[in-house]
């Protein structure tokens, strides 16, 4: 398995409390991204990392943001959590070579209440 | 706007019965199409990658093919632990980013 871990792996939380997802990475890979999953959505991108300090916004990124201050480590913070918000959170890494496919956590299923 | 529309969305299948699962897409610039597995409270898991039409791939009792319009996979004689959701996903020309069909959950039953 690639070596990506989720934390936490489950939690609860109150509508308007922000929240942080943790993903930490031991593969030095470059590329990191963050997707949401939910049903009749399918996966989804709210953000990517391209590097230390460089990130992007993805398809769903209202309401989120991300922080990468070392190549291990890419956090998502839910700013102010609501309930459409409630959703398993999959982060994903990416080698840096053409056409390498993505591996994933195993996720974070975060509920809103 | 790069689309995936894989089908059907969910498919029951005998153990040793063959069948496939379809992938459509529109896509600007393919950089390659990728096909993932995954099982109940874990995240997908790469299978293939396909770059061109004609192109085929196998592992196991599945194969891949791609066209310029679509991609099937075909799982040959299932057994039950080939029950799991299979993704398909554009990998598109912008930093890398995939786009994801909404999945087929395959069942085999013994």
């Known amino acids: 398995d690639a070596g990506i871990t989720q934390s936490p792996r489950h939690k609860v939380t109150e509508t308007g409390t922000p929240v942080t997802l943790r993903c930490h990475q031991t593969?030095?890979?470059?590329?990191m991204y963050w997707y949401r999953q939910d049903p009749g959505h399918g996966l989804r991108l709210i953000h990517y990392?391209?590097?230390?300090?460089?990130?992007d916004k993805g398809e769903v990124s209202d309401g989120y943001s991300v922080s990468r201050s070392k190549t291990e480590d890419f956090l998502l913070t839910l700013e102010s959590a609501t309930s459409s918000q409630t959703s398993v959170y999959f982060c994903?890494?990416?080698?840096?070579?053409?056409?390498?496919?993505?591996?994933f956590g195993n996720g974070t299923r975060l509920t809103v209440t | 706007e790069d689309q995936v529309t894989q089908s059907p969305e969910a498919l029951r299948l005998q153990e040793g019965e063959s069948s496939s699962l379809n992938c459509s897409y529109t896509?600007?610039?393919?950089?390659?199409l990728f096909w993932y597995r995954q099982d109940p409270g874990k995240g997908p898991e790469f299978l293939f990658t396909?770059?061109?039409a004609g192109e085929e791939k196998e592992k196991e009792r599945l194969k891949a093919t791609l066209t310029k319009k679509e991609s099937f996979l075909h799982i040959t004689a299932p057994k039950p632990e080939d029950s799991a959701t299979y993704l398909c996903?554009?990998?598109?020309?912008?930093?890398?980013?995939?786009?994801f069909g909404d999945g087929t959950t395959l069942t085999v039953k013994p």
């Open positions: 990392s391209y590097g230390v300090k460089d990130t």
């Open positions: 996903a554009l990998h598109n020309t912008n930093a890398g980013k995939s786009t």
């Open positions: 593969e030095n890979h470059r590329y």
């Open positions: 994903a890494i990416r080698e840096d070579r053409d056409n390498s496919p993505l591996h």
């Open positions: 896509v600007s610039g393919l950089r390659g």
């Open positions: 396909l770059y061109s």
